[in-house]
């Protein structure tokens, strides 16, 4: 699945909603989202999306700072999205499959494409400079910034090169910093 289609998808799915709430959104495109207390250490599952008799939910860890719970829902909308059609049932972080690391990616660029405007994320490197000012201004984790420059770059974008790369399964091991408590 290339960059490309990521990107269009997304825009698609904008244009055609005009919902910015991710709450709105899924309820608009039919996905049931189920907020479930599921744990707070770093082993806990934070979310995930499966398909049960033509029913799709993304059910969330109700137990996470409401920001985290936002990035989970838009990767889990990102494999209701982009991986539904695939045949496989349920999407999440402990998944064993081959192509699992890959989907992973894909789902977390939907989400850095999805949560972040091209333009807020380049008024905001440009008026900081740094990375990680950026990632703590756009609410964000570093890594999920890290996808989005990677397809801002794709896009033509002139940015600095991330000071980290990010693995697909970034979610899955992120421990909850005391600065995405709000």
């Known amino acids: 699945m290339t960059y490309s289609y990521i990107c269009e998808t997304v825009s698609r799915l904008k244009k055609k909603y005009k919902e910015t709430d991710l709450f709105e959104l899924c309820k608009a495109m039919g996905i049931l989202i189920l907020e ?57 972080d402990v998944s064993v499959f081959d192509e699992s690391s890959a989907m992973e990616q894909q789902a977390n660029l939907f989400a850095a494409e999805l949560l972040m405007d091209d333009d807020d994320v380049f008024e905001v490197i440009n008026q900081d400079g740094t990375f990680f000012s950026a990632a703590a201004n756009l609410y964000v984790p570093m890594e999920l910034l ?36 709000y």
């Open 36 to 92: 479930r207390p599921m744990g707070t250490s770093e082993d806990s599952v934070k979310g995930f999306f499966m398909v049960n008799k033509r029913v799709r939910v993304i059910t969330v860890n109700s137990d996470l700072p409401d920001i985290i719970m936002r990035i989970i829902i838009a990767h889990e909308l990102g494999h209701a999205v982009l991986h539904c059609g695939l045949g496989v049932q349920t999407f999440h």
């Open 146 to 181: 890290d996808f989005k420059f990677r397809l801002m770059k794709w896009k033509g974008y002139k940015l600095i090169e991330p000071p980290i790369t990010s693995r697909s399964n970034f979610l899955k091991d992120m421990p909850i910093p005391a600065e995405y408590n």
